[in-house]
Each structure stands twice: as structure tokens, then as C-alpha cells.
């Protein structure tokens, strides 16, 4: 159990275009999911929180006009780069975590999105 | 803020050895512990986790003990296999923080060599 998907895993695009990422939770409901970017050799660095029919928290420095977040079911939220540069080329991860009806704080991670911007 | 700092890698063992990773944290609140583990070209996994002061967490012959005097939560693994050689994270989370973010240290890259 707890499964989360990533689609695509790997993506190249060119320069000036936008590119989705979707996040599934295959078999639970997540109220609350969690974008994440990994630089080579780095750890991970929280981009934003995602909540079900709500407007995503980004965390500071990130730019909320350029990394769209989408979050409309209980099982899905999407990350969109738009016009993408080189710069953004990274791995992007996304986590879920499990609506529980209290309190849980165990994540669940996806695979993890390889993009590519020439 | 809250932190987690890891001990600096890569660590590199022999197959059978002792594996122990450090891990200590500063947390504002009442944090829940974790290791993730991370395959080349993958996303985390759960490793194991631990909620309160002196649980145990503990999955395919890793260990680790949430030492609340100590603010750590070591990784420990007995005989380590090639299988093993991945990236580790220790993470918390911070109910107190209400968001429940997770906050990673910087990782352990580990190889194993038969």
C-alpha cells in the first residue's frame, strides 16, 4: 500500500515551453501533498504544500507564477514549469500524505520527474 | 528552526560490515523521526520512523532509536549488504509546526562493496 506515482519520469523540452508533472496516490486519499526539487548530490528542498481544493503554500523564494501547482482531487495534484529555462532543468519529487482522519505525519514518495530544458 | 544534520558521506564499508549513520536534530516541538532511502535514479522510500522518545524503528535489518537526551536517531545496520548501497536521509517532522513538513538533513551516500 501507499503507492505514489509520477508522470512523466523523464521529460525534455525546449526552452520558453511549459511541462506538466502529475503526482497520483494510487491507493489512498491525500489531503496534502508536498513538491519537492533534488539538485545533483543535494538534498531535497521543499517547493511547496498542496492542499485538496485549496491554493498551494510556496515556500520562500520559490515563484509561484512559474511553478504552478494543482491539487483537485484527493488523489492527484499536478506541477506545471512554465517557461522553462535550463535553470529549472532537476529532479522533481512529489510525497503525499494520507488523509487519516487525525493526525499523521508519514509522507510517501513518488519516484520522481527528470526534466530536462535545452 | 528546526534542523536535522546527517554525518557527511559517502561512506564506503565491505559487504557483512557494521553500518552506522549519525543523525541528530533541533526541533521546536515534538518531532516524528525518520530515515528515507534513496536508489540511484529513484525517489525516497520509507526506511523506518519513530513518534516519541525511545521508540525503536526498525525495517529489513536497519535500526534506529529516537534518543530524546541526545537528540539523535543513529542508523544502524548489523552485516550490510551491496543491495544497501543508496543514499540515506534523516528527516523530522514537527507536528507543533502544524504543516507538517518534513525538514531532510543533507543525505548519506553509501556503497558497498562486495
Known amino acids: 500500500g501507499a503507492v505514489v506515482s509520477q508522470h512523466p519520469s523523464r521529460v525534455i523540452c525546449k526552452s520558453g515551453t511549459s511541462v506538466k508533472i502529475e503526482c497520483r496516490s494510487l491507493?489512498?486519499?491525500?489531503?496534502?501533498m508536498f513538491w519537492y526539487r533534488q539538485f545533483p548530490k543535494q538534498s531535497l528542498m521543499l517547493m511547496a504544500t498542496s492542499n485538496e481544493g485549496s491554493k498551494a503554500t510556496y515556500e520562500q523564494g520559490v515563484e509561484k507564477d512559474k511553478f504552478l501547482i494543482n491539487h483537485a482531487s484527493l488523489t492527484l495534484s499536478t506541477l506545471t514549469v512554465t517557461s522553462a529555462h535550463p535553470e529549472d532543468s532537476s529532479f522533481y519529487i512529489c510525497?503525499?500524505?494520507?488523509?487519516?482522519?487525525?493526525?499523521?505525519?508519514?509522507?510517501?514518495f513518488g519516484p520522481g520527474t527528470r526534466l530536462t530544458v535545452l | 528552526g528546526n534542523s536535522v544534520t546527517q554525518m557527511e558521506g559517502p561512506v564506503t564499508l565491505s559487504e557483512e560490515a557494521f553500518l552506522t549513520i549519525n543523525c541528530t536534530y533541533t526541533a521546536t516541538g515534538y518531532p516524528s523521526l525518520f530515515w528515507y532511502v534513496q536508489y540511484p535514479g529513484e525517489g525516497l522510500q520509507l526506511l523506518l520512523k519513530?513518534?516519541?522518545?525511545?521508540d525503536k524503528g526498525s525495517n529489513k535489518g536497519f535500526e534506529a532509536t529516537y534518543r530524546k537526551e541526545t537528540t539523535s536517531f543513529h542508523l544502524e545496520k548489523g552485516s550490510v549488504q551491496v543491495s544497501d548501497s543508496a543514499v540515506y536521509f534523516c528527516a523530522l517532522s514537527d507536528r507543533g509546526q502544524g504543516a507538517q513538513k518534513l525538514v531532510f538533513g543533507q543525505g548519506t551516500r553509501l556503497t558497498i562493496n562486495p
Open positions: 491507493d489512498f486519499q491525500a489531503t496534502t
Open positions: 510525497s503525499a500524505r494520507p488523509w487519516s482522519g487525525g493526525t499523521t505525519d508519514t509522507q510517501y
Open positions: 519513530a513518534t516519541k522518545a525511545d
